[in-house]
């Protein structure tokens, strides 16, 4: 039997250096003002960066740096890519996948031969409980361990091609005769300028000032909820570098580019993600005899103070109209029929949105993300970006300060009552806007946004039919992810409709 801390030690990552000398100077303005404090980071090797000094010089370079960050797919023979998983390998040959729970237990273990090429092979594992396991995948000398989060009932589809993919595949979106330069920094949008060589002098980065919000003092509270500043601000939203993970190389694809999205209105956010006695309350009331209650377990989590989870994309939205109705307020989405009870993982068909009511919602992608954000321009809104963190044991603990999370949840097992999100709400610090666990603890459904573009956008908003499977996603990863779901700008690139236990909300209210 392997232990899970033979799994993780694959997981976690090697040493890469640089083999291209790097060395770019210049300066970052805004008008004809220097920026002094702004970071500069390149898009093909974000691991390095600079800062601006009082002049608005900088100098980037790779000189003697050794950097250590999760690896990415250019050393890795297998990924996950939705629902498929992906392996180069030489054909043909015989694969061999293990499935291991998070204990590192031994489960299952199946073998494909790769000699069909292309064509796509289904592995049946045997039943188990829906949640995060770890797939150790052999092929020939090539060996690794992915983590994932599985149905009851998991079918892989595999797929084998002996084809390696273009090393600049990832930068294509970027620039296809370059790469690029970003400067960024908190009370400016992104800025960019786009590079011809690693060395380069008299580069020029401009910033354009942001409006989005920095908090100061008291924040404004209505009951549970916190009012959020953003009319007459924008922000820039999205992932601006390639995010290289291991076990979903469609990740970054969802992200990019980053944009500019402005409001014309504020709005209140719930503090807490919704608790066990709020959803039950407001459910039971409404709804009566027909409300069926979510199958909250100590498994993971049971108690008032505990979030609300196993709730789906319908269920959701049903709280919403019934948070509504109890204030007398007008509800936001109508239904032509439902399928099963509120609560019980209920199907709603003929979904309408009116966001001009003045009742409670679910976000939009944007108002989350901005929120998320709490005025920062970072990763993570503790002011620290993803590439070359997290990289030891120090900056686990400072994820385990602000969220809950694989390192400190999952990793746990469940003998631990730190597992799945015991601890309850609001235990971890809040960011800048007064939110607390909204990376992490349980998935957040949002309406989901347009199709990234390089456009800016004003007021983006769900209005009239929507498709709840598919227009209705979850932001923040959970307590069951690694940090690079925790970002304020990632995107899940598909949607795990069985794992509901991971999947929770709060919610948001118009202030008109």
Known sequence: ??????????????????????????????????????????????????????????????????????????????????????????????????????????????????????????VRFPECAAGLYFLEIIAGEQRMILPRMFPATPNLIVECTNQQPSPNSRLAKISASGDMLLGMKTRYLLGSTQITSSTAADVEIVLEASTQFQASGTLEHTGQMVKINAKGCNFSMGQPVPIPVESDDDLWEYEYPVHTVAFTYDFLMDTTEIT??????????????????????????????????????????????????????????????????????????????????????????????????????????????????????????????????????????????????????????????????????????VHIAPNYTAEALTDPKPEGSIDVKNEVIDRGGNWGNAPVYLRSGCRPSYQYDYAYNFFGLRTVKEIR
């Open 1 to 122: 039997m392997k232990s899970v801390g033979s799994v993780l030690c694959v997981v976690l990552g090697v040493f890469i250096v640089s083999a291209q000398t790097i060395n770019i100077s210049g300066i970052v303005k805004s008008g004809t003002d220097p920026v002094e404090g702004a970071t500069i980071l390149l898009a093909s090797a974000p691991e390095l960066f600079a800062v601006s000094d009082a002049n608005g010089a900088f100098t980037l370079s790779d000189v003697g740096i050794r950097t250590r960050f999760y690896p990415s797919n250019r050393s890795s023979f297998a990924r996950f890519s939705g629902n498929r998983l992906i392996i180069r390998s030489e054909l043909p040959q015989i694969i061999s996948l293990t499935l291991f729970n998070g204990l590192g237990r031994q489960l299952h273990k199946a073998s494909i031969n790769s000699a069909a090429g292309t064509d796509a092979a289904t």
């Open 276 to 445: 066990q006695q709020n959803f039950d309350s407001v459910m039971s009331e409404v709804y009566g005899e027909t409300y069926d209650q979510p199958s909250w377990s100590p498994n993971f989590g049971l108690g008032d103070f505990i979030p609300g989870y196993h709730i789906n994309q319908s269920d959701a939205i049903l709280f919403c109209n019934a948070r509504s109705k109890l204030e007398d307020l007008d509800t936001v989405y109508t239904y032509t029929s439902i399928t099963g009870k509120p609560g019980g993982l209920c199907e709603l068909s003929g979904v309408v949105v009116d966001c001009s009511k003045n009742g409670y919602r679910l976000p939009t992608e944007a108002e989350w993300e901005y929120a998320c954000r709490g005025g920062t321009v970072t990763d993570y809104y503790w002011n620290k970006n993803y590439r070359p963190y997290p990289a030891d044991a120090v900056d686990s603990t400072e994820i385990g300060e602000y969220a809950i999370w694989h390192g400190n949840s999952a990793r746990m097992g469940n003998e631990s009552p730190q597992f799945g999100i015991r601890v309850g709400c609001a235990t971890k610090k809040p960011n800048q806007y007064g939110l607390y666990d909204i990376t992490g603890s349980v998935g957040e459904w």
